[in-house]
């Protein structure tokens, strides 16, 4: 059976790490400062993967340099799986971040531009490819996507799904805006109403995680693969290991290691 997952997930942009709430940012520190303030060596032990998100609208080509750059200095301290997205327009953006430590990569505004997952999977597996879907719920109660870090609409969920097999990838984010940052608790509504052909390749949450609970309720659900959280502040000191701990006492199918601290 395969394991669940516990992710964590940092949001860069502009040379700073940022919290994110309703998809609006707040530049908390640098590289450094994660280091040495979030003992992220340590920490990411309790974790299973790692996002890395350059949040940024259009980034330029010194932009994503300089998220490589800083990326690079996190996996001196981590030894863990790590995620790269943000600006992948074109398949050398995708490359440059395999050859920079990605074991996958996320897409998301440029499934609607172009897609390149066929392109992508063809040299690297479909495997490699995470599928970032952000959404908000409209007046109607209908789930909408967005792009271009939730600043256009695309398209009706559900409708996106009916095309899904148009696409090559191996995992499906679901990051919900209504709920980013939030601290209120996952979606897991959605996942109700996920057509079942779908459910046979990974589903992730993300948006609302503010505590171990939060983490293990979601895990619990049998359709969820793993739930991501970017909430720096709630998970400092043992909330990763708390999480963790939590969900292998309620039987969740997580890998049961011990970490040991990395200096």
């Not at 303030?37 to 996002?51: A, H, M, P, Q, V």
């Not at 609607?112 to 599928?131: D, M, P, V, W």
């Not at 007046?139 to 090559?168: A, D, H, P, Y």
């Not at 992730?204 to 502040?233: C, Q, R, W, Y």
């Amino acid at each position: 059976m395969i394991k669940k997952r516990i992710i964590f997930a940092l949001l860069y942009q502009d040379g700073y790490f940022h919290l994110s709430r309703n998809f609006k940012l707040q530049k908390v520190g640098d590289v450094n400062w994660l280091i040495n303030n979030f003992r992220f060596g340590s920490t990411s032990n309790y974790i299973d993967e790692l996002i890395c998100l350059l949040v940024k609208k259009e980034p330029t080509i010194e932009d994503k340099k300089a998220f490589i750059k800083d990326v690079n200095k996190l996996r001196e301290k981590i030894f863990i799986p790590i995620t790269l997205g943000g600006g992948i327009r074109n398949l050398k953006d995708a490359s440059d971040y395999f050859n920079n430590g990605a074991d996958k990569i996320s897409l998301n505004t440029s499934i609607f531009q172009k897609n390149l997952t066929r392109e992508i999977s063809n040299i690297y597996g479909e495997q490699s490819i995470s599928i970032m879907i952000d959404y908000l719920k409209n007046e109607n109660l209908e789930e909408q996507i967005f792009s271009n870090c939730g600043t256009k609409l695309e398209n009706n969920l559900f409708k996106f799904f009916n095309r899904i097999n148009e696409f090559n990838y191996g995992e499906i984010i679901l990051n919900s805006i209504e709920q980013d940052g939030t601290g209120n608790g996952l979606d897991l509504n959605v996942i109700k109403k996920m057509p079942k052909n779908l459910k046979k390749k990974p589903f992730l949450l993300m948006g609302g995680a503010g505590k171990p609970e939060h983490i293990v309720e979601g895990l619990k659900n049998n359709f969820v693969s793993g739930v991501i959280t970017a909430n720096l502040f709630n998970f400092l000191g043992e909330g990763l290991e708390e999480s963790r701990k939590m969900s292998i006492l309620n039987k969740i199918n997580l890998a049961d290691f011990s970490a040991k601290i990395i200096l």
